[in-house]
């Protein structure tokens, strides 16, 4: 099992910048895809940004990109989102999630796919 904690969100003015992190443990060498999943009040759950965990692949919302970067940190199993110029539409419950499969072309729309999922945390942009 791999259980996943988010940390890092809170509020930023718009245009700020913000750091994101998910660690990771358990049985962590099973992950394959590992990214961030968002959802605002009244809206469903969305992709954000997902990145293999041997390295290579990495996907964005065409919101997010330009903007967003994932990247990660092997060494601490943890998985980060830089958040720059952040608008107050991001404003949202920002979730890390996991599978054991590799990231795949389109996989931010199947969030299904993902078998582990952290609490959550809050991210204001106002």
């Known amino acids: 099992h791999v259980q996943l904690v988010e940390s890092g969100g809170g509020s930023v003015q718009a245009g700020g910048s913000l750091r994101l992190s998910c660690t990771a443990s358990?049985?962590?060498?099973?992950?394959?895809?590992m990214g961030w999943f968002r959802q605002a009040p009244g809206k469903e759950r969305e992709g954000v940004a997902v990145?293999?965990?041997?390295?290579?692949?990495?996907y964005y919302a065409d919101s997010v990109k330009g903007r967003f970067t994932i990247s990660q940190d092997n060494a601490k199993n943890t998985l980060y989102l830089q958040m720059n110029s952040p608008k107050p539409e991001d404003t949202a419950m920002y979730y890390c999630?996991?599978?054991?499969?590799?990231?795949?072309?389109?996989?931010?729309?199947?969030?299904?796919?993902?078998?582990?999922w952290g609490q959550g945390t809050q991210v204001t942009v106002s």
């Open positions: 999630a996991a599978f054991g499969g590799d990231c795949y072309v389109g996989v931010l729309s199947y969030r299904a796919d993902f078998s582990y």
């Open positions: 358990g049985y962590t060498y099973s992950i394959g895809c």
């Open positions: 990145g293999s965990t041997g390295g290579g692949s990495t």
